[in-house]
Structures are given as C-alpha cells and as structure tokens.
C-alpha cells in the first residue's frame, strides 16, 4: 500500500470548515483514498474514501487532485465534537485488505 | 454498517499471565482483523482472521504470543500470552463484510500490565 503524510496537528474554530490535507504520491491506480477519524478513547470510525472523483457524504466531502497525488478531507461546519485524530489511508479498492494507518493529524476544534 | 462489542472494555493484569479478549459482531462477517494501539501511537495490525483457516499474522507477531480463534462468522478472540509491561496497549478488533469495503472498529479493549 501506498504511504500517506499528514500534517501533525491542526486547529480549527467551531463552525469554520476544517480543511485537512494528505500527501500521497505514490498511489497505485487501484488504490482509493479512504479517511478514519479516532475520537479520543474510541475505535476509528470510517468517513468517507475516493477513487478519483470528489466525494461527500453527510459527514465530510473529498477532494482529489487531478493527478491523485494529494487530497483533502473537508469537514463544512466543524464541531467540538470533531477533534479526533484523522487518518489518511491508501488501499485497494475491493480486496478487504488491511488498513495502513500512519500518524495522522489530530484536529482540535476551539471555540 | 455492524455493531461490535469487545469484553472486557479493560483490566489490569498481571506479568506472566494471559487474557483473552472477545469480539461479538451483530452480523455475519467474513474478515475479522485485529489492531494493537500502544499509548500515544497509531494503530497496528497483529492479524488477520477468516474463520474456517488459520488467521495471519502480520511481520513482528506471533501464534505464541497472540493466539486467535474464529470459531464462526460473528465471533473472534484475540489471547495475549505471557504478559509483560510492554503488552499495555488498547486491543481493537474490526470487520470488513465481502464487497462492503469498509472496516468497522470495535470500542477497544485497554489492558494494563503490571
């Protein structure tokens, strides 16, 4: 699998959109770009994943650059209730495969 | 989506003993993994589990140390031998149903060795 790099962390104020970016260069053509988010003492919860084409769901929307070399997770309205650590994951498409979680970037949402 | 529970939520045990660790599933899956997640660290993948075969192990865990049953579609259990200090960690089981390519995670299991 492909290797992701996240910032560290980043801040956002509640209601702004959080805008959080992933570097993944080496992407395979048969790899999506998946998104997982781990609130504080709880199991990674899934957010959304792309091949090539943006995405949104009720949750966030995806971005992928034309190129498929970078991406960008958007979260519109940003809650307290979103700081969690947010993981970037490169996997291919339909084998149930294991997720690669690298460091990701912890997101603190303020007032 | 699946719901899954894991027992115990914690405990705190002791150097040289064993606990084993139970992931519950509220419907038939065929891919079961489990996660190690050292303090302050990302998540790591110790095995993977299909039932009817044995589960593999990824590179730096063993049967020895972490012996795995799936005994059928809906459950699994992860045993953590011979504790040591360095074992203190949040244990997470998740699932991935065929074709649904997304894996849901379990509430974790946080031991403690002493």
């Known amino acids: 699998d492909a290797k992701t790099t996240q910032p560290p962390s980043m801040d956002c104020a509640e209601g702004r959109a959080a805008n959080l970016p992933c570097n993944h260069s080496?992407?395979?053509?048969?790899?999506?770009v998946y998104w997982y988010r781990q609130i504080h003492s709880q199991g990674p919860q899934y957010i959304i994943h792309?091949?090539?084409n943006n995405e949104t769901n009720e949750m966030a929307s995806l971005i992928i650059t034309e190129d498929r070399k970078s991406s960008t997770l958007i979260l519109p309205h940003a809650t307290l209730r979103d700081t969690a650590v947010y993981y970037c994951?490169?996997?291919?498409?339909?084998?149930?495969?294991?997720?690669?979680f690298g460091t990701g970037t912890r997101l603190q949402v303020t007032l | 989506s699946a719901v899954i529970s894991q027992k115990p939520s914690r405990d705190i045990c002791q150097r040289g003993t064993s606990l084993t660790i139970q992931c519950q599933v509220d419907?038939?899956?065929?891919?079961m993994f489990w996660y190690r997640q050292q303090p302050g660290q990302s998540l790591t993948l110790i095995a993977t589990a299909n039932q009817g075969s044995e589960a593999t192990y990824e590179s730096g865990f063993v049967i020895d140390k972490f012996p795995i049953s799936r005994p059928n579609l809906t459950f699994s259990t992860l045993t953590v031998s011979n504790l040591s200090p360095e074992d203190s960690s949040i244990y997470l089981c998740?699932?991935?149903?065929?074709?649904?390519?997304?894996?849901?995670f379990g509430p974790g299991t946080r031991l403690t060795v002493l």
């Open positions: 994951i490169v996997r291919v498409y339909g084998t149930a495969s294991k997720l690669t």
């Open positions: 419907s038939q899956v065929t891919m």
């Open positions: 792309g091949l090539k």
């Open positions: 080496t992407i395979s053509g048969n790899e999506y």
């Open positions: 998740s699932v991935e149903a065929a074709l649904a390519n997304e894996q849901f």
